[in-house]
DNA sequence: ATGGTAGCGCTGCTA
């Protein structure tokens, strides 16, 4: 089974792109954020031509959060479990049950700047993930939680730590919540393919020409138990897919990571 | 270089 997740930044923008990169490398499920699409919008029907079945978890402007599958997808639980659908401001998180495992697609909160209101709700929010996946389900089954995290794990996920002193994704407080996460049972799946490997990233900046200049950040993880750790089989930041289509629209800023698990 | 680009949507916010 192979597992994708995306921060395509735009669906709507995106759209094309991310069609032929399906016919391309054929994922089982996709976990897609900022999705920047109500509901409404989504394209529902566009995914079925593909062999997909899908759900959507979005109101808008910004964020927006997708899970596509070609294995079965059930239970789908907008937000965290609980969480009143009329209360959920920003959508960030979307769970479904795919092919026996269980799937989140989540959009950590970017933070803004180290210290403010918003990184601490983004710690709060981390944390919050935390519990919910604690009460929800067990390391012992198959869980996969996907999405960009909006952290660097690691100083070798940024491609000069000397260039992030005092900023954002890469703070000791960030890291110990995105630990305390992993302490419920979950491993960096890219980690065992690669588990000392620098230079490997999944966002540029858009700006000062960062993509060419090899200047990013791993921030986009699949996170997964036990049982999934066991079957990796191979991993992947697709960065071809970071580059445009030729002349028409540019691309995303984050490029596509997926992960191969062996049959259990 | 306290800059720079992209998306949404029409003003400036978010990233």
Redesign the pocket.
């Known amino acids: 089974m192979r597992i994708a997740t995306w921060n395509v930044?735009?669906l709507?923008?995106r759209m094309a792109k991310l069609e032929q990169w399906l016919g391309d490398v054929c994922p089982d499920v996709v976990c897609l954020q900022e999705t920047?699409l109500a509901d409404a919008a989504f394209p529902t029907l566009a995914f079925s031509a593909l062999g997909y079945e899908s759900a959507h978890h979005g109101n808008?402007?910004?964020n927006g959060v997708a899970i596509l599958s070609k294995v079965g997808l059930e239970d789908p639980q907008p937000g965290f479990a609980g969480e009143e659908l009329a209360d959920i401001e920003e959508c960030r998180l979307l769970t479904a049950t795919c092919g026996g495992v269980r799937v989140a697609s989540v959009y950590v909160?970017?933070g803004?700047s180290v210290g403010s209101q918003?990184w601490i709700a983004k710690l709060e929010w981390l944390d919050r993930l935390r519990r919910d996946l604690a009460e929800s389900c067990s390391p012992d089954q198959e869980v996969a939680v996907c999405g960009d995290f909006n952290v660097a794990p690691e100083d070798k996920d940024v491609y000069d730590i000397a260039k992030f002193v005092g900023a954002t994704h890469v703070s000791a407080e960030e890291r110990h919540a995105l630990e305390e996460l992993r302490a419920f049972g979950l491993s960096d799946a890219f980690r065992e393919v690669y588990p000392d490997t620098g230079q490997l990233f999944s966002w540029w900046d858009?700006?000062?020409g960062d993509f060419h200049k090899g200047r990013g950040m791993r921030i986009d993880l699949v996170l997964v138990t036990e049982p999934l750790r066991r079957r990796v089989s191979y991993a992947l930041i697709d960065r071809e897919a970071r580059k445009g289509m030729g002349s028409d629209?540019?691309p995303s800023d984050h490029a596509p990571v997926f992960v191969d698990f062996a049959d259990g």
């Open positions: 930044n735009s709507k923008a920047k808008g402007r910004w909160p970017n803004r918003f858009y700006r000062s629209r540019p």
